[in-house]
């Protein structure tokens, strides 16, 4: 389980960055974009994907497209999740995109709804309305009210898993698919921050660069320790699952609260419970 929880640590770390960005003048959109060549460095070195099965016919080419575009810009609405609704709420909303990716599952791939399926859908959607439900106590933040960027959270991370799907269904690799996506992520985004800084809107700095690619090494990190979890437990695939996404839900409430001075509702608290236990029905769903 040392795996897992690396993983779960390097979600949450991702997020902490994010939350640090602002304090200490880190430029979110160029670190984002110099986090994608540090990923897809790290990707090409250590999982050595093989780039054959793209030359086929029918490779997914608009699903791989279509998650170099959603990827960064996921990743802004992250950024800015966090600094509106806080670590705790973003991570939940984050990890409870998986609702919606069961819904996708039954809908378009043709995945068996059990009776724990079901039960962990619904506890689930109760605990997104708990986290959308007045999301923070008091008066929304100078920021602006949080809890549509969180759903944008929720809907995003829940559409990059189906564009996954996808493309694994098509016959690419895991691998693959994520040195496309990182490497046409990155083209892209350097290409956005290039005009930007053109027009005088954000000069190219070193200090976001090494702030980028230190977030893009946390980043593949939560990738790689999460596929090697899954290649240490074989067998157990649910379980992995389960506690990678309870393990973010729990980290993430941990560091939120007690390093960030994070407030919560009673009814978020509720909600934070509520999505434990629909991951751990969807988990015993899976095997």
Known sequence: MLYVLLAASCSVLVSVLLKLARRYEIDAAQAIGWNYL????????????????????????????????????????????????????????????????LLAAFLLFGETASAL?????????LAVVGILWRPQAGAPSADGRPWPVLLTVWVGFALVDVMLKHIATAGTPFAASLQVSF?????GMMTVLGVRAAREHGRLTWRNAA??????????GNILFYVQAHRALPGQPA?????????????????????????????????????????????????
């Open 38 to 101: 540090a990923a897809s460095v790290w990707c090409w070195f250590l999982l050595k994907p093989s780039l054959t099965s793209l030359n086929a016919p029918g490779a997914p080419w608009p699903s791989l497209l279509g998650l170099a575009l959603v990827l960064p810009t996921l990743f802004i609405v992250l950024a800015v999740s966090v600094r509106r609704a806080g670590i705790v709420l973003t991570d939940i909303a984050q990890r409870l995109s998986l609702l919606l990716s």
């Open 211 to 220: 702030a980028g690619l230190l977030l893009g090494t946390i980043n593949f």
């Open 183 to 187: 490497g046409l992520a990155f083209i």
């Open 117 to 125: 399926k079901l039960a962990g859908l619904a506890l689930g959607l």
């Open 239 to 287: 379980v992995v699952f389960a506690s990678m996404n309870i393990g973010v839900v729990v980290l993430g409430t941990l560091v939120g609260v007690f390093a960030f001075g994070e407030r919560l509702s009673w009814l978020n608290r509720v909600a934070i419970g509520f999505a434990i236990v629909a991951i751990a029905l969807i988990a015993l769903g899976k095997t």
